[in-house]
């Protein structure tokens, strides 16, 4: 993802805490208050620009979406999008996936979408992957009873990495997809970085796997 320094971003960001939520941990265990239903909570980890979130959260009114983003120069724009959406069913987080469980409390969320994760390609930086283990953890921390992880990315090294991953932690594979686009998967929301790898004709690949 490239970012480019947003001078204006913090500013628009503390206007907004309706829809980019300031102090979350103070929400540990209390989303379904913040939106006013008892409806599941499903999170998209690196929610990048919004497209993604957005959409969901547009097709599935009785679903809650909570989209989470590292850097202020990227989610402000995924910010543009949910205020231009209005929609009462997502909101969004500026913080560290690593951190997730000062935000969560256990079963709190319903569902968890990494889409186009960065593949962090060295060895050593093999931690950062938002599909190895100590991420599976948290995920596993959070969901409910047998919650499942839905994952997209063009990247076939990570996807390899990422089944693995799975494997080894014991989750149960319910769907897979060596080229998302040319199956018959109905209803797929498409991410910025989907649209644009698509676009140069390379292969999306797609899993569901399950917590059992
Ligand atoms: N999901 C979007 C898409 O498919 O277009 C964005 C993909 S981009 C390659 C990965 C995003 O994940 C970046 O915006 C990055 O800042 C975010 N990210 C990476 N590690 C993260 C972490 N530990 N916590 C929160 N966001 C993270």
């Known amino acids: 993802m490239r970012i480019r320094n947003k001078p204006w971003a913090s500013d628009f ?16 265990g209390n989303w379904h208050k913040l939106f006013g239903n008892d409806n599941p909570i499903h999170i998209e980890v690196g929610t990048g620009k919004g497209s993604f979130i957005t959409g969901m959260a547009k097709a599935n009114p009785h679903i809650n979406y ?5 850097f202020e120069s990227v989610i402000v724009k995924a910010l543009e999008r949910v205020i231009e959406l209005g929609a009462p069913n997502v909101k969004l987080l500026q913080v560290n996936a690593a951190d ?14 990494l889409n186009f994760s960065d593949p ?15 991420f599976l953890d948290i995920y596993k921390e959070i969901l409910i009873d047998n919650g499942e992880i839905h994952f997209k990315t063009d990247n076939r090294g990570l996807f390899e990495f990422s089944l693995l991953s799975f494997n080894e932690y014991g989750l149960k594979l319910n769907y897979i997809s060596l080229d998302l686009h040319k199956s018959n998967f109905e209803g797929n929301i498409m991410t910025e970085y989907e649209k644009k790898f698509s676009e140069m ?5 797609r899993c569901e796997v ?3």
């Open 100 to 113: 997730l469980l000062n935000y969560f409390a256990p079963s709190e969320i319903g569902q968890v979408y």
């Open 210 to 212: 399950q917590f059992v």
């Open 13 to 28: 960001i503390a206007q907004n805490p309706q829809y980019i939520i300031p102090n979350p941990e103070e929400l540990k």
């Open 201 to 205: 004709g390379q292969p999306i690949y």
């Open 120 to 134: 962090w390609p060295k060895k050593r930086h093999e931690k950062r992957r938002l599909t190895y283990k100590g």
């Open 66 to 70: 909570i989209g989470i983003e590292l």
